[in-house]
């Protein structure tokens, strides 16, 4: 295993450490492991917060800031957070508009997000929920009933994060979140395993000659594997299910080619010129888009296609000021 | 090899397609292999052009647009552009205020840039060149005579951008210029080999129990090998030999912890962790800091340290607007 960590029980905490030292817009509470903005709350903003397993950097502590979440909460390495952390994250951030838990739909965040929010209700704060499940590769997965919760997310995050910024309510945030959600479709794909610090060897064997199509975020099993093929007849297979699943046409479309990230930024420029060309050639508008590492799979080398299916208001947020480690603009 | 790729050959111009499909502040002249920034030139503006082999991204493409690049020259992988592409690329960006090349320090760059540059004094433009050679780990190397030109390149890039976009005159941009280039040092290291895709095999063999200290952007051989050590032990032989070569002390200081390629970001907090532990304890006050992939080397598992003693006024252009594939903000 060829890594830069201390110990590998200690790679949460040492990065949250270079993230703090890094990024002077966020303060980390390092005993509950949850970022928070630096600058102290806005009352009357509705306040974003999201969480889930390390491993997935700069998804979620990367996206703390201005125009995006308030708090993230990191559990350790593809492991839920606790509800106790999304509990003390949930009343530190809360300045009387209520919060919104942005979830990716896994069994034990789902759990744990739920009982964090009763726990906040029962203490007085209003706290709603969207579920992110965008994942066309599966129904069911190893820690999920229904479809996966991935790219989406980011897309999410970032919209939903500058209507809270605007002011708007709780009931409108969920309700323009419920919309994001409802329209973003992912895939995505391995040629690599991903090797977790504490386990010291890869999460599965893929032989050289093969990849898996469909593959989840945490290494778990995809459609199928297949000899590795050009970049051109994978990217086929990342945009076909993804617009067989939702008509993207007649909208502006958000696009986010992503790096699972072991995968270098030359590599992920030759897919997005395979899977725009894809785009293009049936009728989809790509108006905006990403290219890079937004969620990751620890080492994984492999990519991830996200199609959001947006609209006017949504494309106005998106080009709104963001201020965060793994995404910014506008300021 | 696992990459993504439609063919070994390819790769450089499928890539470039990918870019100008994703960033619409670029075009790309695909003939030539030259990114220019989409909006037409500013007339007495001084521009910048770099460029190099490929296999670095997002250097020095991903920094082309406002506030950086105003040309980048894209070589076959690991290999210097031609002086012809570099001549297109002069001749197209002179608005009457002068070029300035910035040339990283590899024997074919350097020489290729010298005859573009002659070529366009012949023709009439007036052409400036500043080299950076600030690589400690070894004197000579492999494509070098002289210190290798690595990571001060991109903030040299970004800070010169800035006082370009300024209107900052030929002389001023380029004494601007070799003050950075004077006040840069770096230092790397790799877990890993990088595989060139035409090669189709690691460019050298690493055992899976060493690493390589001092390593070179093309994997050109560094100061040693040595069993792979803590994030904390590899931070140090960064930080010190850098430290030794420069007072870094009693001035800003612009930090960077760039990324090979094939390390995912956590591990890149996890080590930004440690060097801002080591450089608080040396008394060095980073003002700023990027940490991410910004000079890679393929697919290379490994890292690279970064410092620049900066002033205010380096300070103040850092932090103006860019705009581009691979730096962004304030806009």
């Given at each position: ?24 817009g ?11 903005r630096a600058q102290p709350k ?24 201005l ?265």
């Amino acid at each position: 295993m060829k890594k830069f960590i201390n110990h590998p029980d200690g790679v949460v905490a040492d990065a949250l450490k270079g993230l703090a030292a890094s990024d002077a817009g966020v303060r980390v509470d390092h005993e509950n492991r949850v970022i928070y903005r630096a600058q102290p709350k806005a009352a009357g903003k509705v306040a974003l917060i999201s969480g889930g397993g390390s491993g997935h950097e700069p998804l979620h502590g990367g996206f703390v800031g201005l125009g995006m979440l308030d708090a993230a909460c990191a559990g350790e390495m593809f492991t839920s957070p606790t509800p106790d952390q999304m509990f003390a994250a949930t009343t530190e951030v809360d300045g009387g508009a209520g919060v919104l838990h942005i979830v990716k739909n896994y069994t034990g965040d789902v759990m744990n997000f739920e009982m964090a929010a009763e726990l906040a209700a029962d203490a007085g704060v209003a706290v709603d929920t969207v579920l992110v499940a965008d994942d066309v590769a599966v129904e069911d997965s190893t820690w999920t009933a229904g479809r996966r919760g991935v790219g989406t997310t980011v897309l999410l995050e970032k919209i939903v994060g500058a209507a809270a910024e605007e002011g708007q309510d709780l009931a409108t945030v969920k309700a323009l979140a419920e919309r994001v959600a409802a329209n973003g479709r992912s895939m995505g794909m391995a040629l690599t395993s991903c090797t977790v610090p504490a386990a010291g060897k890869p999460t599965f064997d893929l032989p050289e000659d093969q990849m898996e199509i469909g593959i989840g975020i945490h290494g778990e099993p995809g459609r199928h594997r297949e000899p590795i093929a050009s970049a051109k007849e994978i990217a086929r297979q990342l945009v076909e299910p993804v617009l067989a699943d939702l008509d993207f046409t007649g909208a502006p479309v958000i696009a986010m080619l992503n790096g699972m990230g072991g995968t270098p930024l030359i590599e992920l420029y030759v897919m997005y010129g395979e899977v725009a060309e894809l785009l293009e050639a049936a009728g989809v508008a790509v108006e905006r888009n990403l290219v890079g590492n937004y969620i990751t799979s620890l080492d994984m080398a492999g990519c991830s296609l996200t199609l959001l299916r947006a609209d006017d208001e949504m494309i106005r947020l998106w080009d709104s000021p963001v201020v965060t480690a793994g995404l910014r603009w506008g300021l």
